[in-house]
Nanobody, 111 residues
C-alpha cells in the first residue's frame, strides 16, 4: 500500500528556512519522478519542484529551494530558504502522474 507522510512545516519569519520531509512506503522513491506541489490560499495548486534523473524548479522558487531524496530512508526532501510570505501554503509530495499524494504540511511565512 502506497503511503506518503509529509512533515517539517510550521511558522517561520520572512527570510527563514524550513526543511520538509516526505517519508514514502509501498514503493521506492528513487525509481519514480517525485514532485512537491503547494496549495496557495486563493491561488489553487502550484507545482514547486520535481526530481527524476535531474531536478526542476518553478521560477518562483529557483535558487531558494532544493529538492533531494535519501534512498536509504526512502524519503523526499524540500529544503526551503529565503522564505517569503508568498511561499505560504500547504505543501504536498506527489508521485509521478499524480497518482498518490501525502496529507500535506502547512508552511506559514509571516512576521
Amino acid at each position: 500500500q502506497v503511503q506518503l507522510v509529509e512533515s517539517g512545516g510550521g511558522l517561520v519569519q520572512p527570510g527563514g528556512s524550513l526543511r520538509l520531509s516526505c517519508v514514502a512506503s509501498g514503493f521506492t522513491v528513487s525509481t519514480y519522478r517525485m514532485s512537491w506541489v503547494r496549495q496557495v490560499p486563493g491561488k489553487g495548486l502550484e507545482w514547486v519542484s520535481e526530481i527524476d534523473t535531474g531536478t526542476a524548479y518553478a521560477d518562483s522558487v529557483k535558487g531558494r529551494f532544493t529538492i533531494s531524496r535519501d534512498n536509504a530512508k526512502n524519503t523526499l526532501y524540500l529544503q526551503m530558504g529565503s522564505l517569503k510570505p508568498e511561499d505560504t501554503g500547504v505543501y504536498y509530495c506527489v508521485t509521478e502522474g499524480g497518482d498518490y499524494w501525502g496529507q500535506g504540511t502547512q508552511v506559514t511565512v509571516s512576521s
